[in-house]
């Protein structure tokens, strides 16, 4: 049997985002699944892969770098604005959120975080873009919000609660960012810092999303395609 990409998309007249895949049986440690499988009459089933840069693929892709991912902003725009905490019973270990399309379900597991802060769109407001969707995806930019992980050292920033409270913000950004955090005296960048400055305001730093993060968690995933 034979699939394409997500042809719930290509009801809507969007364009074929993919080659045709032969329907293959995946394994990923204990769990299985098939592309495109149907667990019940009318529903199918796909399962995607986010990594800590923002690129979105199949997650069976064998090679994932910028060749290999999605780049169709209509699509991105279309997946990022419906996802949400995987709560159907299905995979919820494994694939944590889940875009609906119709009677499709699009499984997604991350790297680090679902949402990936690329881009900073200057403007009034400004905005943190997200996971390839220009301004169609993203999210007021709340400096005194920022948190930089003690452990790993990554920064992240809130999102919407239903796709997790917590959005990475892409180690590029983040190393633009970077000369703006001012630490304690005699700490230099070895300790954690305490305030932002930006646009002329130096903003304290509420670190509000240190509660998102297990003590032991360091913030380290696959890097996939780095």
């Known amino acids: 049997m034979c699939s394409t990409v997500l042809f719930c998309h290509a009801r809507l007249g969007w364009k074929y985002l993919g080659a045709a895949r032969t329907s293959v049986l995946f394994a990923r440690g204990n769990v299985t699944y098939t592309q495109g499988q149907s667990p019940e009459p009318r529903i199918r089933e796909y399962f995607y892969y986010i990594d800590h840069q923002g690129q979105l693929f199949l997650d069976d892709t064998k090679v994932k770098n910028f060749i290999t991912c999605f780049k169709d902003k209509q699509f991105l725009v279309f997946f990022f604005s419906r996802l949400r905490v ?38 009034k407001p400004e905005l943190l873009s997200f996971c390839g969707g220009g301004d169609k995806l993203s999210t007021p930019f709340l400096p005194k ?48 810092p305490t305030h932002f400055l930006w646009a002329g305001q130096k903003h304290e730093l509420t670190n509000e999303l240190a509660q998102h993060f297990l003590p032991e968690e360091e913030g380290e995933g696959e890097a996939e395609g780095s």
């Open 86 to 123: 995987n709560t159907t019973g299905r995979y919820q270990e494994d694939f944590p959120f889940l875009s609906l399309c119709g009677r499709e379900r699009n499984f997604l597991r991350c790297d680090d975080r679902p949402l990936v802060f690329t881009h900073l769109l200057p403007g």
């Open 145 to 192: 919000s920022l948190f930089m992980h003690p452990a790993s050292g990554r920064v992240y920033h809130p999102c919407s609660e239903r796709a997790g409270s917590v959005g990475l913000v892409r180690s590029a950004l983040a190393f633009e960012l970077s000369p703006c955090f001012q630490y304690p005296p005699g700490q230099g960048q070895s300790g954690q």
